[in-house]
């Protein structure tokens, strides 16, 4: 059994603590949050406190919190020998250098609230000080079904970028092109097999190789009429500059 | 029995070829390409020719060909009783006017030649100048399992132009975030349930209600530390112009 301490109760949080309570092998001891409205959802099933002073025993506390608060809350948390692990991608392991066993759980996702996740397979970035430490966190990816990869700080930091360009910008990309239906009365649906076959496509072929469109075939006729058609300067200004970055990527030029 | 000839050998034609030919009700009678090479492909299961002079009669003439192409292809045409349809996206039924019966047959879709399509729902946007070639339209999507949608030019060309958005731009984000991790020893796949589940999530919500990330958090550590690990210009400028998109978008301000 894992018993585990969770502070915070954001999307992550939120996640973390479903996934949790699914194992038979880990138990969520207690969940902590400053403000009392926040615990509400975890009461039910688990311990939850608003004070660091009143944590208790455990195997690993698991930070789930904002990235300017883990330091601060890491500092305060009460002595003990439970390893300590933060959920950030942009946080180096140092931030938690008062504590002499320290980790990174991250699980690499786009996190709801209310949404569940549809499939097993959760990546999860760990790293520790300690190789005893990094077992114990292989044992609790594995307890909730989630596949480890060992990445270190400066990796991490990397891939949190990575990520921003592949979800969180691609999800704007998304919202332009819903933009575009909505303005011309065209279903948001008839795009969503080709979003869906876009992203598949990756998962056997390098991007690179499996691009396609106006830029690529450098079709000046259709990117000239796009440009006429947006009439909304951002989008055009993203379309101009994507555009050229194709070109530039693959050796063309408008 | 709809008879079809199609005209082009490129991934539209030879996606439409292999759908054509699945189905019971659909022959493919002939297939045309300027260049007898390109034809090699397709001569085992129809006949072929590099003539338009030697077009047999059909049902419908499917020109799957490059937008530039299609007006002149179409002037070209022995003179017959079909109906006449293209396949672009970009392109207005105009094109066809000299011909009586003119038509679009749009699939909404990415094709790699090498690839086959993994799901069934494959959007066909559908426009005709007489109700009875529409319904000869919804025929043949039906025929090929595909979705019929009725867009009219206008329409269809800014469903194009939103597609380029959703797919062609998209993917070289994808292309940059692979980029990053193969600079830093990181494996791609680590990153694919995050592409796959901003992909799905689009499904049941608007994306712009479903925006995550450092942009929409007003997370500026966040944002400089990328900005920072950046050692590509052309990364850094899109990095910059898609976090002021967004913080835009949603009213944030760095």
Do not use: W
Request: hydrophobic share 35%; with cysteine; charged share 25%.
């Amino acid at each position: 059994m894992i018993n585990i301490v969770l502070l915070g109760t954001g999307n992550v949080a939120t996640h973390l603590f479903r996934l949790f309570q699914k194992s038979e092998n880990l138990r969520v001891k207690q969940v902590y949050n400053h403000s009392p409205e926040s615990l509400i959802g975890f009461r039910e099933s688990s311990r939850t406190t608003t004070s660091l002073e009143e944590l208790e025993d455990a195997d690993i506390y698991c930070l789930a919190l904002k990235d300017d608060v883990i330091g601060d809350v890491s500092r305060k948390l009460p002595k003990s020998n439970a390893l300590v692990v933060h959920t950030s991608g942009a946080a180096s392991i140092d931030i938690l250098k008062n504590q002499d066993r320290a980790g990174v759980f991250y699980p690499l996702q786009t996190f709801s609230k209310n949404r569940e996740l549809a499939y097993p397979e959760l990546p999860v970035c760990l790293e520790a000080n300690f190789p005893e430490d990094l077992e114990l966190l292989k044992r609790l990816s594995r307890e909730i079904s989630a596949k480890p990869y060992l990445i270190n700080s400066p990796q991490r930091k990397r891939m949190h970028l990575a990520a921003v360009f592949v979800c969180n910008f691609v999800n704007h990309l998304y919202g332009i092109g819903n933009h575009i239906c909505q303005e011309n009365e065209i279903p948001f649906e008839v795009l969503l097999p080709l979003i869906k076959e876009t992203a598949k496509k990756v998962e056997n072929s390098s991007p690179f190789e499996v691009q396609t469109g106006p830029a690529i075939r450098n079709d000046r006729t259709t990117v000239k009429a796009h440009l006429d058609l947006l009439n909304n300067n951002q989008h055009k200004e993203i379309y101009q500059l994507l555009t050229k970055a194709i070109q530039n990527t693959h050796g063309k030029k408008l």
